[in-house]
């Protein structure tokens, strides 16, 4: 699959769920950094370093048969001209499972280069069962 320009963090970033929503293995790969620095780490998982070890790890949770849909908010964004990170709260929903489980806190980085703004790391860890302080809804941009 061809990657897919994307001008902007915030494009980026919703394609980044969007394929995962949908479990498009290509998809999802073709919005990572070309090279052997880019790092992925799913909750409670190991770092995974390099595109075959992240491929590797997608591939076999999309296989699982385990149907998730994330929901994204609470967002807190730092970027520059070359360089995002962007935390935000994952809502996981499990298909066929009642109730909602704790957020998952979740970092994305993304580097701009000639092909627009790709991933160099997504980092998901659990969050605590007390989440009261994410109450505002209002995406925080720092400077």
Not at 21 to 50: K, Q, T
Not at 56 to 85: C, D, I, N, T, Y
Not at 101 to 106: D, G, L, S, T
Request: charged share 20%; with cysteine; hydrophobic share 40%.
């Amino acid at each position: 699959m061809k990657p897919v320009f994307h001008a902007s963090v915030e494009d980026a970033e919703a394609a980044f769920y969007d394929a995962f929503n949908r479990c498009d293995l290509e998809a999802l790969m073709a919005l990572w950094s070309e090279g052997d620095e880019v790092v992925c780490i799913h909750p409670g998982g190991a770092r995974l370093v390099g595109l075959h070890a992240i491929r590797e790890a997608w591939k076999q949770l999309f296989e699982s048969g385990l149907r998730l849909r994330l929901r994204v908010h609470h967002g807190v964004f730092h970027s520059s001209p070359m360089l995002a990170v962007r935390s935000v709260l994952q809502h996981v929903v499990v298909e066929g499972e009642d109730g909602i489980p704790p957020p998952i806190i979740a970092t994305n980085v993304y580097v701009r280069g000639p092909f627009g703004w790709r991933i160099a790391m997504h980092h998901a860890s659990p969050s605590p069962e007390n989440t009261s302080g994410y109450q505002d809804d209002t995406p925080r941009i720092v400077h």
